[in-house]
């Protein structure tokens, strides 16, 4: 048996105490598991480079989701001039119980975000962009349309740059995915964010077996002229068994899909779903390896890792 099979509980030693219900109807013990462990220190840095992107955002109206969802890496992405922008505005429409973006009802879309995100990533340099967005159920198409719109911009400004994108899942709207995939983006990302168990708790408003069929679905599109790579990443922390992460691991793999990303979950406030556990550097390591054995192409894992963090290594090794 393996150090990370045998040192991983489904829940914290807090897992006895009393909990309390929350607004958005979870549960949350009285008493947080305790402090971040070091291997989750962030190194805070406002230098010139960091509040050049933040004033670059704010001057072309643009959100990123390194901003909106509270993302850790925030400071190192914005001080090495990187940065994952959030088309479609800033409020989403479903009610996910780990995400930090505000909930509601979306504004109307911004006719001129796709080529203010081409400025942006002109203006940064970008090799390889990252478009992600939060959910839009209130239009017909989900937003692919302007997904596609604002790949077509930063192809015509960054003839050059690599894009990848990190999408909803479209309802289970097929029609929407192939509109969206006919603008042949490098990479096609949808996060399955967590085990089957736990859909109903993390991610109210989805579905386990929607989101394998999309990542399956875009792997269709591949071919030797156009090798479109898909993607996926699953928060660790939320009261997963070890056998419960290995097999939506390897249901990834079966959903043919090529890179992997697997991260600590952090809660982004008390009325957000409590972190059941923190997984050691080690532990993580191995999660990549198990990935790797059973077929991904690449695999990024580590405690403070997201779907786009270091994006533009994620290059297969087979």
């Not at 045998?6 to 914290?12: H, R, T, V």
């Not at 209130?138 to 050059?160: C, Q, S, Y």
């Not at 059941?276 to 405690?303: D, H, M, N, Q, T």
Request: proline share 6%; net charge neutral; with cysteine.
């Amino acid at each position: 048996m393996s150090n990370l099979r045998k040192s991983l509980p489904i829940f914290s030693q807090e897992s006895d105490l009393d909990t309390n219900k929350l607004k958005n109807g979870f549960t949350s013990r009285s008493a947080p598991i305790g402090p971040k462990p070091p291997w989750l220190k962030i190194r805070i840095t406002g230098d010139a480079n960091f509040q050049s992107v933040r004033h670059m955002v704010e001057d072309l109206s643009l959100h990123t989701v390194c901003q909106e969802a509270r993302c850790p890496n925030i400071f190192e992405c914005f001080s090495h001039r990187t940065a994952t922008f959030m088309i479609l505005g800033d409020i989403c429409t479903r009610h996910c119980g780990f995400c930090a973006v505000s909930k509601g009802s979306p504004r109307l879309v911004d006719k001129e975000e796709p080529r203010h995100v081409a400025e942006a990533v002109k203006k940064l340099g970008l090799q390889h962009a990252v478009i992600t967005s939060v959910n839009r159920d209130d239009l017909d198409d989900g937003g692919a349309e302007h997904f596609v719109e604002t790949i077509k911009w930063v192809r015509k400004l960054n003839p050059e740059c690599k894009v990848e994108v990190l999408i909803p899942d479209f309802q289970g709207k097929w029609n929407a995915l192939d509109k969206l995939m006919q603008a042949s983006p490098d990479v096609l990302n949808h996060n399955t964010e967590t085990v089957p168990r736990l859909y109903r708790r993390v991610r109210p408003d989805a579905n386990y077996q929607q989101t394998l069929e999309l990542i399956r679905r875009a792997g269709t599109y591949r071919s030797s002229f156009y090798p479109v790579l898909t993607k996926s990443g699953i928060m660790c922390g939320l009261g997963e068994t070890i056998e419960e992460l290995k097999e939506a691991i390897e249901d990834l793999r079966n959903s043919d899909c090529d890179i992997l990303t697997l991260g600590q979950y952090l809660r982004p406030t008390k009325s957000h779903l409590p972190v059941e556990r923190f997984y050691s550097p080690e532990e993580f390591a191995e999660l990549k390896e198990f990935g790797l054995s059973i077929g991904f192409r690449y695999v990024e894992s580590g405690p403070l890792v997201r779907s786009s963090y270091h994006a533009h290594q994620h290059q297969p090794t087979n």
